[in-house]
């Protein structure tokens, strides 16, 4: 007999130490417990807890986390569970003050954990690396930026340098870097954006004008079906949660279509209803739910446009208008005829093979789709970071568009970004490919004349770095030597500079990557109150539906010596920068100038100082959102692509990597990921209990995952997991390790996080061990 709560398949008698069933839905009595012990082990019993009333409300701070929208409407706790962790994060009572360092050399601190590292907390000084006593020593903020700007001054060339920068960052902050670095003399953008959405990014423009979602969140309310592909949102945007449970409750199809299942996709219910609460219910959120195989994105698109166009013929044969939109793809498409005939080239077998789903599931999503008006497709990171990310984006566009399901409420497209301002930086100046009215702008409002050839992206950054040509990286934010694959030959880049700095709240694993000279600069949280030469300042932010809205931060900095990150991009630029006549110091004493100079850059930035001082800000221009398509043509375009994606061959599984629901990026709350079942650890590959049966391996075994040549994963232990069969899954990023920094996107560049071919076998550990 099978125990109640045993996973499915597996007896009782196997269970594993850390792996139990959870059975409740997402959110719940456990998203309030998770907050209240971040509460308790960040910030004990500080008045700083109130910052939470405080976040994502009009007068408040927005989170640093997610870039999920703020309703027009807020009620009185406008924050999610990893939301809360992320504010208890910044606003930790712990500090890592000058005692901490004199004890504790760099040698020992590479032994801890990524998650002990910054557990530990808040930076509180400027630092720098003395190789002499291998401990990182206190300077001062003049010390720290005379060494930056003779560190970038020494370089040859400024394509010597690169400068990366996380989406935490304020437009404010970013627009500052931006033009630092274009003045220095180069466009080396590594950023955040490369190792994501970089194939929305590159992938819409040619398909519909521009590089954002069309959707606004009242679009949610008019939607007649939503699909979900490749995103977590109980995990990595679950704010998102109360839209589709409001959409849920009223009766819209909302079809999944993900490798695991994830309780975020399954039921809800929100912590933020009393009733609810107390109500033994919670919501169903997906009405239909098709375990794609990891790398089978583009097979299962392909299958559903195969079914809409046969189902379209058939009805039209009985006399009937057809299923596509006929009218919109005549007046506001090309390209339909090329999408159909390598549509209909392909056959059904190859289509199930390759996306892992029967044709009757693959033909229920095409007749939900055909049967709704207005249509939403939400995706995420389990659509781009692929080879073929690019290819994948613009497959879920020519879907959209067979049906006209662009630029009319209720309908669009919806890539769920990130960090909170990955969007808003790249639409700033963040980008390694800058456009010439741009560049000309931003030469004519401060004098200087920008570099026009092409940047280095994120994986081209790394590459340079490697092979000695770039001698210096600066990091506004994150922790780029951990967030991108390979850490080998990521540290090894690392460790080849001339010099590294990073600005950051808290240490962590790239800041222990020594270079030459190794500098790491303290900055203001999201939630700290940031006083400027001419009083208080706030920052901006564009959410991922392209609302710029305020970010005021009220509460005591962590320490008298933090500086804000305009305050410090503009120190640094004076010292790099001594010939250069910008007013740095006038710009940072008041960030209203900082706006009035993006909006010079910028024109849709208008009235930037009073609009975004509206209540919820305003909307920069989305003209997909209007059906106004700004490609060469002056039309939105189906574009056909051959059947890509990762193919199961010779034995191999395909291994995608996902975060933890203790986990933010490259940021580790605990050890932790509830709806998974897993408790106290993270070293777990997530297979089905089919493929395990297969290879006479057993859920709990410790085994191997074997990439290419000379790249594993040792002594894991398996958990059987409700995923396609043919996939597995582990946690990033140390599953990193099993991807080579050249298995990019060519388009994007954005690393192969979510599709690997890997080989898994008993661990030779156990072997040795017997």
Not at 341 to 363: F, M
């Amino acid at each position: 007999m099978m125990a109640k709560d045993s996973p499915k398949g597996i007896p009782a008698e196997e269970q594993v130490a850390g792996v139990e069933p959870y059975d409740g839905p997402a959110g719940g009595w456990g998203a309030l417990k998770a907050v209240a012990l971040a509460v308790r082990d960040q910030m004990g019993s500080s008045k700083d807890t109130r910052a939470l009333l405080k976040m994502n409300q009009p007068t408040g701070f927005d989170c640093p986390g997610c870039a999920w929208p703020d309703p027009k409407k807020t009620s009185s706790f406008e924050f999610c569970e990893n939301g809360a962790k992320a504010v208890t994060w910044e606003a930790t009572t712990k500090r890592l003050d000058t005692d901490f360092f004199a004890q504790h050399s760099a040698t020992s601190l590479w032994q801890w954990s990524d998650y002990q590292l910054e557990d530990a907390g808040r930076l509180t000084h400027p630092l720098a690396y003395d190789r002499d006593s291998d401990h990182f020593v206190p300077i001062s903020w003049d010390e720290a930026f005379n060494r930056i700007g003779a560190g970038l001054r020494a370089l040859d060339d400024p394509n010597q340098a690169e400068f990366y920068c996380s989406g935490r960052a304020s437009n404010e902050a970013a627009f500052l870097y931006q033009l630092m670095v274009r003045a220095y003399g180069t466009n080396n953008f590594p950023d955040c954006s490369n190792m994501c959405h970089e194939g929305t990014s590159m992938g819409l423009p040619k398909s519909i004008g521009i590089g954002k979602g069309t959707v606004t969140l009242e679009d949610f309310d008019e939607a007649d079906a939503i699909f979900c592909i490749g995103h977590n949102p109980g995990t990595n945007h679950p704010r998102m949660l109360s839209t589709l449970s409001n959409a849920a409750r009223r009766g819209v199809p909302i079809v999944v279509a993900n490798p695991m299942k994830e309780r975020g996709l399954e039921r809800f219910k929100s912590p933020q209803h009393p009733t609810e609460m107390l109500s033994p219910n919670s919501t169903q959120l997906a009405s239909a739910y098709h375990q794609v195989r990891v790398g089978g994105d583009s097979a299962m698109l392909k299958g559903i446009m195969k079914a809409l166009f046969e189902a379209d013929a058939a009805d039209l044969a009985r006399g009937g208008a057809g299923l596509l939109d006929r009218p919109f793809i005549a007046e506001h498409t090309l390209g339909i005829d090329e999408l159909r005939e390598s549509i209909e080239a392909l056959d059904w077998d190859t289509i199930v093979a390759r996306a892992g789903l029967s044709k009757a599931a693959i033909e229920s999503m095409a007749e939900t789709y055909s049967k709704a008006e207005r249509v939403i497709v939400c995706y995420g990171m389990g659509i781009t970071q692929h080879a073929n990310g690019t290819a994948n984006v613009q497959e879920l566009a020519n879907l959209l568009l067979l049906r006209g399901n662009m630029g009319k409420p209720g309908a669009g497209i919806c890539p769920l970004r990130g960090h909170s301002n990955v969007q808003g930086d790249r639409t700033v100046g963040i980008t390694e490919l800058p456009s010439e009215p741009v560049l000309a702008r931003l030469d004519a409002y401060f004098g200087i004349t920008s570099p026009r050839a092409h940047g280095h992206a994120a994986v081209e950054a790394l590459q340079a770095m490697r092979e000695g040509k770039s001698k210096a990286c600066i990091s506004l934010g994150g922790n780029l030597a951990v967030a991108m694959p390979d850490p080998d030959a990521c540290f090894e880049a690392f460790r080849k500079l001339e010099l590294s700095v990073n600005i950051l709240t808290k240490f962590n694993r790239t800041c222990l990557l020594l270079a030459k000279e190794t500098i790491v600069l303290p900055c203001l949280g999201r939630t700290e109150l940031d006083e400027q030469a001419e009083g208080p300042q706030w920052i901006t932010v564009e959410d991922s539906m392209s609302m710029v809205h305020a970010s005021r931060g009220f509460l005591k900095p962590a320490t008298v010596d933090l500086r804000s990150e305009p305050a410090i991009v503009a120190g640094m630029a004076k010292a790099a920068l001594p010939d250069i006549d910008i007013p740095w110091d006038w710009l940072v004493a008041d960030y209203d100038r900082i706006r009035d100079a993006i909006e010079a850059v910028f024109p849709d930035f208008r009235d930037f100082n009073v609009r975004v001082r509206q209540k919820g800000g305003f909307r920069l221009t989305v003209g997909a959102s209007k059906r106004v398509w700004n490609t060469p043509s002056g039309k939105a375009h189906f574009i056909a692509h051959p059947l890509t994606g990762a193919v199961n061959e010779g034995g191999s599984l395909i291994l995608t990597t996902i975060r933890s629901h203790d986990q933010y990026n490259t940021t580790i709350y605990g050890m932790n990921d509830r709806y998974r079942g897993i408790t106290g650890r993270r070293d777990v590959i997530f297979a089905h209990v089919d493929d395990l049966a297969e290879l006479g391996i057993a859920h709990g075994d410790m085994v191997d995952i074997e990439g290419a040549p000379g790249r594993s994963l040792t002594g894991y232990t398996v958990v059987a997991h409700e995923i396609a069969r043919g996939s597995l899954a582990a946690y990033y990023p140390e599953a990193n390790c099993l991807v080579p920094l050249d298995d990019h996107d060519r388009t994007s560049g954005t690393p192969s996080y979510k599709s690997v071919r890997v080989k898994m076998t008993r661990s030779r550990l156990t072997a040795n061990a017997a």
